[in-house]
């Protein structure tokens, strides 16, 4: 049982950055006993994998859309998993999600997770 909320979301300028926080809580809940993902999603399109972060920390994933200007961690102490974005672009503007599934190890597509936040929207302006 597993609750995943996201923030941290917002408008900004094109070049801004933003860090995205996903908080977790639930009965029985042992964070590190879960790996994280963080997926965007527009109006009409599909949701696509940004990163991963396995359960240990020790392995990170990153997708076409997360490479280079993103940055995936988590503080187990905290339950919190953080999305680092910078020099961030208005192609950028989708709503962000924050996943969780019990396993060591996980990938960056939809189907490998089984808990979801709502999403936070980001917005970029030119």
């Known amino acids: 049982q597993v609750q995943l909320v996201e923030s941290g979301g917002g408008l900004v300028q094109a070049g801004d950055s933003l860090r995205l926080s996903c908080a977790a809580s639930?009965?029985?809940?042992?964070?590190?006993?879960?790996?994280f993902g963080w997926f965007r999603q527009a109006p009409g399109g599909g949701r696509e994998g940004v990163s991963s972060i396995s359960a240990s920390g020790r392995s990170t994933y990153y997708g076409e859309s997360g490479k280079g200007r993103f940055t995936i961690s988590r503080d187990d102490a905290k339950n919190r998993v953080y999305l680092q974005m910078v020099d961030l672009k208005p192609e950028d503007t989708e709503r962000y999600f924050c996943?969780?599934?019990?396993?060591?190890?996980?990938?960056?597509?939809?189907?490998?997770?089984?808990?979801w936040g709502q999403g936070t929207q980001v917005t970029v302006s030119s």
């Open positions: 996943a969780a599934v019990y396993s060591s190890v996980r990938g960056l597509s939809r189907h490998e997770y089984d808990h």
């Open positions: 639930g009965s029985s809940f042992n964070m590190d006993d879960y790996t």
